[in-house]
């Protein structure tokens, strides 16, 4: 593990293998941890980065104003790139995740390469009555974050599907900094990036699970307005999709970094 420092803020990350850069953002209250099988299998032939972000894993303290968040979170691992002499790399970002990568491709657009983006958002729109139902429940679920014994719980009958996810989830709720969570979690209810989103001309690659047809139908909203994007739907998988559908995932990834030429 390693720290990259500057002024009062520390940020801790993974930094294995060698060739170009591919960076992975990990999903609400995790931590580089749930790249697990991302970082064993990419490190072979590239330069693997997971950061935790600020406010995550073993990262500085993440205070101040909503609205603030990921561009601070952005702006973090723009200066960390600096630091590492990185001028571009691709990223992938899963669920919290993606919506980092549309905020720093969109705030940091040269120095992304491309992205892959899996079981994520563009924007918190209340686009009919699913859409309310899902917001209104994020709303009233947010106490739970200072819960984890129940979420944990949760969390263990909801991936019984899915060993790994069910073993990083555990995780990650067991370590989970709720006051931080939650200030992340009310960020990216904020969010619109989707009118943005015909800016980003780099190559992009959408991954979504099957499981929850919403998160389709979020996932087709944002691809849907990225110029040569593509959008593809993994059978038998849930967020996050690198672990529920590890195979095919790292399959797909490595596919789309090859066809891209990185």
Known sequence: MKVYNEKDVSIHYIDEGEGKPLFFIHGLGA???????QIDFFSQEYRVICPDLRGNGESSELAGP????LDRQCDDIAHMMDALHIDRAMFAGVSYGGVFCFHFALRYPERVAGMIVADSFSDA??????ELGIMASIYLSLPLFYMPKLLKAGVISQY????????HMVR????????EVVLQRLAINKVN????LGKIWCPVLGLVGDDVKLMIKYMRRAMDRIPGSELIVLKDSFDPSNLCAADRYNALAAGFLRDNGW
Do not use: Y
Request: net charge positive.
């Open 160 to 167: 019984k599907r899915w060993p790994l996810a069910r073993k």
């Open 193 to 196: 990036h989707t009118p943005d």
């Open 31 to 37: 931590d580089h941890c749930m790249f697990e099988p």
């Open 66 to 69: 909503v609205r603030t968040v």
């Open 172 to 179: 990650a709720f067991e370590n989970l900094r709720s006051r």
């Open 125 to 130: 729109r209340i686009v009919g009555v699913k």
